[in-house]
């Protein structure tokens, strides 16, 4: 795995690194008062994360959630489309499925949602606008919405430098978003989103991915929040 591998790295800088040397090496290298600065200059770098959200396309002012006069029934159709090197694709399309249904069921998005990986026997996102209207009859109520989901890129990455800030990691996402009114096939939104958390020595694996999914979608779909 490239996390694996840029570990090993990491492992080799750091035992290269006077800070982490035998006790003796620290001693003759470094005094207690410098150790003691660079220990704390460490601490305080790491976990260090921060949250990137960027778009790209036609992404509206207005959440894509309901408002606060509305109650909305969709349709979320999603599926996933990785790089052709994607590392354990199918760990990180469970995890996304997982992070889709619970933000949706948890969240006040939308007041009744269906979520649909596929739509006889075809994957959803090549869902027909007659398959989509049969769906949203099957509602209730009736659903008014489609909002197609694409995941493109989920997983941890991590960077590792030759300096103070050794390691730099944390979780990307990218996802595309397309929102569609049902009845009459017009598009209000078609987009993508790159979305990621991490920073100095913020070290993530892949047991977290679900939540980031739903953190993602909660920047992205804006769901009013509780009254």
């Known amino acids: 795995m490239m996390v694996d591998r840029a570990f090993q790295q990491a492992g080799a800088v750091l035992l290269r690194h006077p800070c982490f040397a035998t006790r003796l090496s620290c001693d003759v290298l470094l005094s207690r008062r410098r150790l003691a600065a660079v220990a704390v200059a460490g601490a305080a770098l790491c976990g260090c994360a921060s949250t990137q959200f960027r778009s790209a396309g036609q992404m509206p002012e207005e959440p894509l959630c309901q408002g606060s006069n509305e109650n909305v029934s969709a349709l979320v159709l999603w599926g996933a489309q990785w790089r052709p090197d994607q590392k354990e694709p199918a760990l990180r399309e469970a995890a996304a499925k997982r992070g889709i249904e619970k933000f949706f069921a948890d969240s006040r998005c939308f007041m009744n949602t269906r979520v649909l990986e ?10 027909a606008p007659e398959d989509l209207r049969g769906l949203a009859a099957r509602e209730r109520p009736v659903a008014s919405r489609a909002l197609f989901i694409t995941v493109r890129e989920l997983g941890p990455v991590l960077k590792v430098f030759n300096s103070l800030a050794l390691l730099e990691g944390g979780t990307e996402l990218v996802f595309d978003v397309r929102s569609l009114d049902i009845a009459t096939g ?4 078609d987009f993508q989103v790159s979305w990621q958390r991490g920073g100095p020595w913020f070290i993530k694996g892949t047991s977290s991915l679900d939540a980031d999914m739903r953190a993602a979608l909660a920047a992205t779909l804006r769901p009013r929040a509780a009254p």
């Open 118 to 127: 596929s739509v006889n026997d075809r994957p959803a996102l090549d869902a």
């Open 186 to 189: 017009r598009s209000s939104s």
